[in-house]
């Protein structure tokens, strides 16, 4: 069974753009969150989706945005990036049946703003 | 606002020697605490424990949850150098706050 896949795995990006990750949750799965990863903060919660539905949102300004398709997979989007958001985002999913807790995380996309 | 804190934050042993990471937290609606292990990628998921007094084990690691006391402990047996990782700690569901993590190191 595959497992998470994330892409692109690595970004290069200048400050003021935007920018999209793509996820796509094991199959069967219908919940994908996002984690950001960075030195300092270590992983943090930025959202999770369900059937196309935003569930949970983390406490991360409105510039971090995101959405699920029908086919579970799933896009987080950057707008305006500032230096700070350099960091690895992963995204896990989560489903199995009978450990509906249990979240798989893809290798994550790296993100460097410069 | 849940709360994880790992303890030691790096620990150096060598090889065969047994470890114990420790996990307390802080949560105000407990449904799950996690274990995962990570390299240099991704976290891998390890266990999940939702009941108290329970050991879940896979091959050399072992974890148990006291939900009463508020903590979680992994333990490794005779460690080898491929369980050099940083490991982390994570409540909730499905929302997960995670610990910083402890940084193994074996030494061959």
């Known amino acids: 069974k595959a497992g998470v896949t994330q892409t692109p795995r690595y970004l290069i990006k200048t400050r003021g753009q935007q920018v999209t990750l793509s996820c796509s949750p094991i199959s069967g799965h219908r919940s994908v969150s996002w984690y950001q990863q960075t030195p300092g903060q270590g992983l943090q919660f930025l959202f999770e989706y369900f059937s196309e539905t935003q569930r949970n949102k983390g406490n991360f300004p409105g510039r971090f945005s995101g959405r699920q398709f029908s086919n579970s997979r799933s896009e987080m989007n950057v707008s305006t990036l500032e230096l700070g958001d350099s960091a690895l985002y992963l995204c896990?999913?989560?489903?199995?049946?009978?450990?509906?807790?249990?979240?798989?995380f893809g290798p994550g996309t790296r993100l460097t703003v410069t | 606002e849940d709360k994880v804190v790992q303890s030691p934050l790096s620990l150096v042993v060598h090889e065969g020697d047994t470890v114990t990471l420790n996990c307390s937290y802080e949560?105000?609606?407990?449904?799950?605490l996690l274990w995962y292990k990570q390299e240099k990628k991704a976290p891998t998921f390890l266990f999940m424990l939702t009941s108290s007094g329970i050991e879940k084990k896979s091959g050399r690691l072992s974890s148990i949850l006291d939900k009463k006391e508020l903590f979680s402990i992994l333990n490794i047996t005779a460690t080898q150098t491929g369980d050099s990782a940083v490991y982390l700690c994570?409540?909730?569901?499905?929302?997960?706050?995670f610990g910083t993590g402890t940084r193994l190191t074996i030494i061959p």
């Open positions: 949560v105000t609606n407990f449904r799950s």
């Open positions: 994570a409540v909730g569901a499905p929302r997960l706050t």
């Open positions: 896990a999913s989560r489903g199995r049946s009978g450990k509906p807790y249990e979240q798989y």
